[in-house]
Every structure is written in structure tokens, then in C-alpha cells.
């Protein structure tokens, strides 16, 4: 058991959902949605997020019934040691995917806008290196890097899209909800990836203080990553016209690059975007970081949790992972790909549910039949 001092609140712990959600779709989510090629992608941003709240909220019943375990080890416990490996292996495998996907796509940003002679191996495996310093700590050390980055990158995101406001045409968002439900359709598998993260709440209601919050923390977290993206995405393609934005590679860094607000002195407001999406992805990073490493450890039943073979191993592997794509876009199309997978990983809390529901009701025959 941890120490009461190394419990989760339910303030760490929404950060630690919103925190991991937000990231790479603050500077690409304008691109994709305008492949839709309507300007209400916001609002159906906003319908994608119920989805997943509901989502939520039917299998973290679950979660908390059972809260002194994480789900690796109700896979485990529940559906058997060979069945129960697979899956610890499959969600072990989603999470490096992931970030492999998000130091890939951070290493490219980087090395675009800010360090364009230093080659994009290095940045890759520093952010890896010192993310897996990070996850080695434990959870608790990694929500307190959340508490400190995550209301920092908010603020600053939003204050800089207020200032986008005087190049805001409203016209540029009309017709409302052109194209219908077709136009949802065609756009919800293009923001998946964008959604995931929140599964990190798998691993996180152990460590919580008290779990009957983990719903509110769940909801929050998701609610206020999707109104960030909203605002975002409003203010993005009401600036620039969703065709506009659907030929730019990163929307978001292109629309604060031409900011200009007279009698100030700062020419490049697009460096403070930069450098706080830079810590922002990190934390993001951490969140999959830390739940590869707890199911590795769950699935090798390994009694030393930073065992070395396994922290080199796993830091070796992320960066082969993460260097493989050729180019950006064979990363976003990884991405977009991650997104499916993304939807699977969320049935596993409902498969075991099940079978934990099958078992007890199959038990429970057993014994009135052989009490008769």
C-alpha cells in the first residue's frame, strides 16, 4: 500500500487526465477537423467528448469497486494468468505506442521551430531519457510536474488566442453544422487520437486519496480537455477559414506567427506558444510513459519497480519506435491509426467486468447447487 502522503487528491488527478489528453491536437486538431470540410468542427468536438464521458462513467464502477488495484492486475486476477498476460501486454504495447507517437511528434516541432541544427535523434532521446527519470519516480512525483505545467500552459494558450480575436471573422464559421451528420462522421475518426489519454485513470484510482472521485475527476478532465480544443479550434479556423487551415501543417503556430499587437515589443508571440506546448506534450508524454512502465513491471512481476534491465529496455525500444517514420506525415497517419487502437483498449475494463460478472454468477450456481 502507499503512504497516505503519496495518495493522489482529486485536484492532482483531473490534471493528470486533462493533462494527458491536451497535447499534440493543440497545434494539428484545426488541420484535421477542417478535412471534414465544415466549420462546426467545434461543436462536434464538443458531442465527441459526451461520448467519452459516458464512456467513462460505465466502467469506472469497476474500477472503484475493485480501487486497490489497477487494471493490470485485475486483468490478471480476474480473467487468469495466460489471458490476463495478453491483455497487460496489448495496453503495455498502446502505451509506448503512444509515446513513441508523442516524443516523435514533439522532437519534430522542436526541431522545426527551435533547434533546426541539432538532429532530431538527440531531441527524441533526451525527452525520452529524462521523461523515463520521471516515470521511475513514481506516480505521485509525475502528477506534481502536471500541477506545475498544466494551469501555466492554459493560461498562456487562451491569453494568446484572445489576442488572435482581432483577426476573428464570425462569417468564417457559418453555416452552422454544414454538411450534417455526415460531416460528424467523416470527422470522428480523424479526432480520436486527440481523445485518448484519459485512459490513464486505468492505473490512476489506486493512488487516489479517495476513488469515489474518480468519476468527478474523470468528467472534469475530459470536459475541460474538450472545451480547450474547442475554443481552440473556434478561434483557429474563425481566423483563418477551414480551407485555409486544412493546408497548413501546424494551424495553430501559424496563426500566433502573424500576430502583431502595436505598442508592445515582443515581435514573436509564436515562441511563448512553443515553449509551453513543448512542456505540455512532455507532461502528456509522462502519462503513457508511466503507464507502460506499471504494466511491464505487472506483466515480468518484477519486485524491483525500476529494475534497469527494464528502464533501458523500455527507453531503447520507445526511441527505435520513434525514429522508425520516415517523415511528419507517416507520424500522423501512426497517429491517426493509434486512434483505433485507442478505441479498443477502452472495451478491456468491460471485457473484464464481464468475465468478473460471469464468474461470480457462474459461482454462485455452483455452490447453492452443491449446498442442495
Known sequence: ?????????????????????????ALTLPRSAAQSDSPSGWIMILLQSIIFIIIGLLFLPFLQKNSGKTLYELNRDITGNIVGSLLNLFMSLYFIAMVCFQARLLGEVVNFFL??????EIIVFIFL???IYHVTGGVYPVSKLYAYIFPVTIIIFLMLLMFSFRLFHLNFLRPVLEGGYQSYFSLFPKTLIYFSGFEVIF??????????????ALVLGIATSAVFYSITLFVVIGCMTVAEAKTLTWPTIS???????????????????????????????????????????????LKNKNNAWLIAALLLFTFGV????????????????????????????FIVWFVSWIKKKWGGSSRNETSL
Open 1 to 25: 500500500m502507499k503512504q497516505q502522503e503519496d495518495k493522489l487528491t482529486f485536484m492532482q488527478t483531473f490534471i493528470m487526465v486533462s493533462g494527458t489528453m491536451i497535447g499534440a491536437g
Open 115 to 120: 533547434l533546426k541544427n541539432t538532429p532530431m
Open 129 to 131: 531519457a529524462v521523461g
Open 203 to 216: 492505473y490512476l484510482v489506486p493512488f487516489m486519496k479517495d476513488p469515489k472521485q474518480a468519476k468527478k
Open 255 to 301: 496563426l500566433i506567427h502573424a500576430l502583431e499587437i502595436q505598442g508592445i515589443f515582443i515581435e514573436r508571440f509564436d515562441l511563448f506558444l512553443l515553449i509551453t506546448w513543448t512542456c505540455q506534450q512532455f507532461t502528456c508524454m509522462l502519462g503513457s510513459f508511466q503507464g507502460a512502465h506499471l504494466g511491464l513491471n505487472t506483466l515480468f512481476r
Open 322 to 349: 520513434a525514429m522508425y517514420p520516415d517523415d511528419l506525415n507517416a507520424v500522423i497517419y501512426f497517429g491517426g491509426k493509434l486512434g483505433y487502437v485507442f478505441l479498443i483498449i477502452l472495451l478491456i475494463p
